[in-house]
């Protein structure tokens, strides 16, 4: 530190990565400003045209000095870009002429909102919402605050995920520094001080917590060998995520307890929920009503024309209204689908089903893209549970979404690679696993039916060693041996169990690496993407 208790820039230590570079987005009134002036000036010009010469002058005023007005409010916001740097001790950020050097133990506070952007369901970038604090007063003005987009065209928008890792890595190791020596660490809603965490006026000792986790949008923390979180918080609040890197570090020094917890019985920790939304319980009494409503006026003009007939469809309508409705909000207040560290649990209105993960036979996800005249619509996502026993019930999940959904992303590769363990454990106990309905695994190598234009192929065996790399085309896994250009196998990856099989084919290929992700856009071009091993 220097004289005075302030930071300077050489007192941050050596950059460490690249910069990044954020432009100030355009403000509200700037942007119609820029608008609004040009229109009215255009305006002031037909109104010329057509001989007013009155109105023509005073829109031309007009638009010029809202578009003169707009662009000084530009100004006067400053320059527009903001540049981060990373250093060993700190952060660095430049804005024209001033400098803000940060020490990670000068940020006290620090509310970290990075959000995906998508276009037509396809990722452009990154909308950035950041705020850092030298006191722990989330109240008062951050000391410094980033607004912006970073497009991932953007030759540095790599660095942002180093940056933010980073920010939250470098604060909370000190904060963990700063516990040791019997310091408080304050967040928004919560306190964290010696061996207790307070949220509300609900107090956690530490020994208690097993697990800290960020999922769906919501900082969770489990209390002991509990299924559903007892501690939440938004994931924006300042300090969230430092709080869940400081409560893992403390678990970690108690690996052995964790693992006790989870060995226990139960299906284990929720680790992706969904429920109906209050919104649209609501609906169910409101479409009641309305239907009622809609009805009985028409009850009502059906007895003024004696049409017995329809006034009894009336009478049956509102009779059935309150009923149906009221079956479909209970089937939505009893909805809840969930997946826990063992295995999954759907509950509905004729009660609930749940299903281990080494009970599972199959496990199937499909992702389709929607389009209307050539917009895009939407992604339907469906998954799929089986059971090994035949007369239990599968367990089926399906929603509509217009972009990524991480949480989704992250449940079908925890279910996947449990999958693909008990496949590669029966491999080796019984020399031979089913992956596909037409594909198998064998302990010299991979057996298929060879591609045939008519009638069924024979039956062929390609070594592992034999095997080259892979491509993804619409949809499509394709495998080329060595020395062949073309696929000789072909499966699509929205047949049951491909994910489990294709996590399983990496871990024998190159047990060291994880399988590069499919792309599940179906039109997105082919790629090769195999651990090293494979080539």
């Not at 089986?386 to 990524?404: G, L, M, Q």
């Amino acid at each position: 530190m220097a004289e005075g208790g302030r930071t300077k820039a050489e007192d941050l230590g050596r950059p460490a990565g690249d910069s990044i570079t954020i432009k100030r987005p355009w403000g509200a009134l700037e942007t119609t400003g820029v608008i609004f002036g040009p229109m009215l000036m255009i305006l002031g010009f037909v109104a010329e045209m057509n001989g007013a010469r009155g109105l023509a002058l005073v829109l031309a005023i007009s638009g010029l000095l809202t578009l003169i007005a707009a662009i000084t409010w530009r100004r006067m916001g400053g320059p527009g870009a903001l540049t981060l740097q990373l250093h060993e001790q700190g952060l660095l950020a430049v804005r024209g002429r001033q400098r803000l050097p940060l020490a990670w133990a000068d940020i006290k506070g620090s509310a970290c909102e990075v959000r995906e952007h998508y276009a037509n369901g396809k990722f452009t970038g990154y909308f950035l919402h950041w705020r850092l604090w030298k006191k722990p007063d989330f109240k008062s003005t951050p000391v410094l605050v980033v607004r912006g987009r970073k497009r991932v065209k953007d030759a540095d928008s790599a660095a942002l995920v180093e940056l933010v890792a980073a920010l939250v890595t470098g604060t909370a190791e000190a904060w963990i520094a700063a516990i040791a020596r019997g310091e408080a660490l304050v967040g928004e809603g919560f306190s964290l001080q010696g061996d207790r965490l307070t949220v509300g006026t609900q107090v956690v000792p530490l020994v208690d917590i097993s697990e800290a986790m960020i999922t769906g949008g919501q900082l969770k923390v489990w209390i002991k060998d509990e299924s559903l979180p007892s501690v939440s918080l938004p994931a924006t609040a300042a300090n969230a995520s430092q709080l869940r890197h400081v409560l893992s570090s403390e678990i970690e020094k108690r690996g052995s307890e964790r693992e006790a917890a989870a060995d226990s019985g139960g299906l284990g920790r929720v680790i992706f929920e969904r429920t109906v939304s209050r919104g649209n319980l609501l609906g169910a009494p409101i479409v009641a009503v309305m239907v009622m409503g809609i009805a009985a006026l028409g009850l009502v003009g059906m007895l003024d024309d004696h049409d017995m007939q329809g006034a009894a469809l009336c009478i049956l309508f509102i009779v059935a209204a309150p009923i149906a409705c009221t079956i479909w909000g209970l089937w939505m207040w009893r909805f809840a689908f969930r997946c826990h560290q063992r295995g999954v649990y759907r509950s509905g209105l004729m009660g609930a089903t749940e299903i281990r993960y080494v009970d599972l036979k199959q496990f199937g996800y499909t992702a389709t893209r929607h389009y209307t005249n050539g917009v895009y619509t939407g992604t339907h996502i469906n998954m799929r549970f089986i059971p090994t026993d035949r007369d239990a019930k599968e367990i089926a999940y399906s929603k509509r979404v217009t972009s990524d959904d991480d949480e989704l992303d992250r449940l079908r590769d925890h279910v996947s690679r449990v999958i693909a363990s008990q496949m590669l454990a029966e491999l080796q106990t019984y020399g031979e696993v089913q992956w596909t309905h037409s594909v198998r695994f064998l302990r010299e190598g991979l057996s298929f039916r060879a591609a045939k234009i008519l009638g069924k192929g024979e039956l062929v065996t390609l070594p592992w060693e034999r095997i080259h790399t892979f491509t993804f085309h619409n949809g499509v896994f394709a495998l080329q041996e060595v020395g062949n250009t073309k696929p000789v196998l072909n499966i699509p990856i929205s047949e049951l169990n491909f994910f489990p099989g294709f996590i399983a084919l990496g871990m024998i290929m190159e047990p060291d690496e994880q399988p590069e992700e499919p792309p599940l856009d179906e039109e997105a071009d082919s790629l090769s993407g195999l651990p090293s091993g494979f080539n």
